[in-house]
């Protein structure tokens, strides 16, 4: 599968949040006139839509960097997702997790990398397969 992942459950802990500044801000030549409005924001409010349901994983490897998903990044993973054709997704296979594509052509699934270096996997009744949740966000490192 070439991809490890490492899982992690959200905290529970209450936490205030962060300072969002909601004035936007400018990827041009800034506004002095643009008034400093800000105020608390948690990202689990923002990434986290079921907390029972939702996990974090970290990426190992290169499989799906077309669609974004590099090295060491962080994926929001949400169990209580149907799987759909074309929906990143966590998946179990043959004692492996790994995170595809899922390609859902008529009574076949295909677990469909990001990198033309990785062959699609084409699952069979041969394989020990479950779709284990759907990507919702990752964080990157910058």
Request: hydrophobic share 40%; net charge negative; glycine share 4%.
């Amino acid at each position: 599968m070439n991809l490890n992942l490492t899982f992690f459950t959200p905290s529970s802990k209450v936490s205030s949040g962060a300072i969002l500044i909601n004035s936007g801000v400018s990827a041009g030549f800034p506004s002095p006139a643009d008034d400093f409005n800000q105020e608390r924001l948690s990202l689990d409010d923002v990434l986290v839509k079921n907390k029972e349901a939702t996990f974090f994983a970290r990426v190992s490897g290169q499989s799906m960097i077309n669609a974004g998903l590099d090295d060491n990044d962080l994926l929001v993973i949400d169990r209580s997702l149907e799987p759909e054709h074309n929906k990143i997704a966590i998946c179990f296979i043959d004692g492996e997790f790994t995170v595809k594509r899922l390609r859902v052509e008529k009574d076949n699934i295909w677990l469909q990398p990001e990198n033309p270096n990785y062959k699609a996997i084409k699952i069979t009744e041969d394989n020990d397969f479950i779709i284990w949740g759907i990507v919702t966000n990752v964080i990157k490192k910058v």
